[in-house]
């Protein structure tokens, strides 16, 4: 599977909704993170409790398996707003290959996702 590559991110408005944006894992997306658990009850939330995630360690959010390479694909979703993106998943470079692969891709791309590489190989991908 290919990926549409862009180096150069095109206007705004030449972007699809949808698109991977490759980010380094020290992005402050990843910076000064918690989990937050709320309280409901009777229409409000409360919250429950607030836990610290350590700024190195990020997760994919389709396969919960944790991504040690230094550029992390992130599913960004364009807002209203053209001047609001939001990161809707950090993913692994197998999760990226499986699902995103005709997504196009803005940035440059781990170049050495090896690891990954080998693990899909174990799995028969």
């Known amino acids: 599977m290919e990926r ?3 180096k150069k991110p095109p206007n705004l408005d030449q972007l699809p909704d949808q698109f991977i944006y490759y980010a380094s894992r020290t992005d402050p997306v990843f910076q000064n993170r918690s989990m937050k658990m709320f309280n409901w009850t009777e229409g409000i939330d409360t919250l429950f409790a607030e836990i610290p995630i350590p700024n190195d360690l990020i997760i994919c959010d389709s396969c919960n398996s944790r991504i040690e ?3 992390i694909s992130l599913l960004v979703q364009l807002g209203e707003d053209p001047n609001i993106n939001y990161v809707r998943q950090a993913l692994c470079y197998r999760c990226d290959s499986k699902y995103f692969s005709n ?13 990954q590489i080998e693990e899909m190989n174990q799995d028969g991908l």
């Not at 997504?103 to 690891?115: A, E, L, R, S, V």
């Open 4 to 6: 549409k590559l862009v």
């Open 69 to 71: 390479n230094e550029r």
């Open 103 to 115: 997504f196009i891709h803005i940035g440059t791309p781990d170049p050495d996702p090896k690891p």
